[in-house]
Each structure stands twice: as structure tokens, then as C-alpha cells.
């Protein structure tokens, strides 16, 4: 079974600056999705970016950007010239190719951008 | 509407109590989910149709939670006799045949006094 891991309980960052959210995950598939999502506090979990796991160009969404390393199973989520509006809950989630496939979350950062 | 939606928002139950929660899905969306979510952890799996049949549900953490989809579109999570355990946010997402992302909608939250 696949586990996905998000080691920063709590990030913080000033606005305008630059923040990167770690997430490693294990899987012995080769073909897979991986996603970041945020959930503010409505709770509206809202798609932030996906990378197929066979592209291995990183995939870009305006400020957002992540940096997949398959081999190291690391897929990490930087954000550029941070918002306030960007202060959420943010998970990684993963799910195998094919048909339509349940999502495995990690715990979730907490990220405060500061004024 | 053009996204997921789910009703009621918020539901207080007294334990022991049976509780319905209910997801529209995106038009057209044949994959529905459903996720719950405890405070502060991320959502965990609990159930999956394609139209109107549950293909997995194995994420359902016991025989009190029961789903259905009938018609392939609306499904209803019900829990019967609730536990101060199943306090929790209730996440349904729904997604397109064959395709990998999913789209929440804002969830239920219930609490079990």
C-alpha cells in the first residue's frame, strides 16, 4: 500500500517571499498521479497543481511549481511571491493511474503568510 | 452548479442517533468518493461508485456506515446509531470517467455529542 508523508506540521512565510512544502511517498508502482491541495478554512479542498509520474518535466500553475524527484520519491510544492490568500492547509495526495482511483493524503502543512 | 455540493453543512447528532448526508456531484462526473477527514489529519478513503455502483468500499470503518448512489448521480452517506467517534468533516469528490483529479466539495461537518 501506498503512504504519503508531509513532515512540516507548520510553515510560515512573509509575503512576497518564496515557500517550499515537502512531501515524500512510497509506492512499487510505476505509474501514478500526485497531487497538492488546499484547503482553507471553508474547507473547499481546491486543486493546486498534479504531475503525471511519467513526465518528467516538473509540472508549473502561475506561482505554484513543484519539484518531482521519482527516483527519491519527493514531490514538493513551492510557492512564489506568497499571498495571504495562500494561508491554508496544504496535502499531498497520490493515486494510482487507470481508471478512477481513490486518493491517499499525507497529514497536511499548515502555512500562515505573514504580512 | 458547476461544483460539488453537499448538504447539510453542518449536523449535530446526539449519540446514537442516525444521520443522512448528502452529495451532487459535478453533471456528468460518473466517479464519486467519499472521504472523512478528523480534525487536523487529511482526509482518509472511505468509499467509491462508478454511476450507480460501489466498486470499493473498503474504506468504510464499520457496518453503521452504509452509501448509496441509485440513479448514478446524488449519493447519500448515512450512519446509523453515531458514536462520539464518527465526529469528523465528511468530504465528497466526484471526477470524469477514467480520469485522475477529483473535485471536493466543502463537506459536512458532523459532530456526535
Known amino acids: 500500500a501506498q503512504t504519503v508523508t508531509q513532515s512540516q506540521p507548520e510553515m510560515s512565510v512573509q509575503e512576497a517571499e518564496t515557500v517550499t512544502l515537502s512531501c515524500t511517498y512510497d509506492t512499487s508502482e510505476n505509474n501514478y498521479y500526485l497531487f497538492w491541495y488546499k484547503q482553507p478554512p471553508s474547507r473547499q479542498m481546491i486543486l493546486v497543481i498534479r504531475q503525471e509520474a511519467y513526465k518528467q518535466q516538473n509540472a508549473t500553475e502561475n506561482r505554484f511549481s513543484v519539484n518531482f524527484q521519482k527516483a527519491a520519491k519527493s514531490f514538493s510544492l513551492k510557492i512564489s511571491d506568497s499571498q495571504l490568500g495562500d494561508t491554508a492547509m496544504y496535502f499531498c495526495?497520490?493515486?494510482?493511474?487507470?481508471?478512477?482511483?481513490?486518493?491517499?493524503f499525507g497529514s497536511g502543512t499548515q502555512l500562515t503568510v505573514l504580512p | 452548479g458547476a461544483g460539488v455540493s453537499q448538504s447539510p453543512r453542518y449536523k449535530v447528532a446526539k449519540r446514537g442517533q442516525d444521520v443522512a448526508l448528502r452529495c451532487d456531484p459535478i453533471s456528468g462526473h460518473v466517479s464519486l468518493f467519499w472521504y472523512q477527514q478528523a480534525l487536523g489529519q487529511g482526509p482518509e478513503f472511505l468509499t467509491y461508485f462508478q454511476n450507480e455502483a460501489q466498486l470499493d468500499k473498503s474504506g468504510l470503518p464499520s457496518d453503521r456506515f452504509f452509501a448509496e448512489r441509485p440513479e448514478g448521480s446524488v449519493s447519500t452517506l448515512k450512519i446509523q446509531r453515531t458514536q462520539q467517534e464518527d465526529s469528523a468533516v465528511y468530504l465528497c469528490?466526484?471526477?470524469?470517467?477514467?480520469?485522475?483529479?477529483?473535485?471536493f466539495g466543502p463537506g459536512t461537518r458532523l459532530t456526535v455529542l
Open positions: 495526495a497520490f493515486t494510482y493511474s487507470g481508471s478512477a482511483r481513490q486518493l491517499t
Open positions: 469528490a466526484s471526477s470524469a470517467y477514467r480520469a485522475d483529479t477529483q473535485y
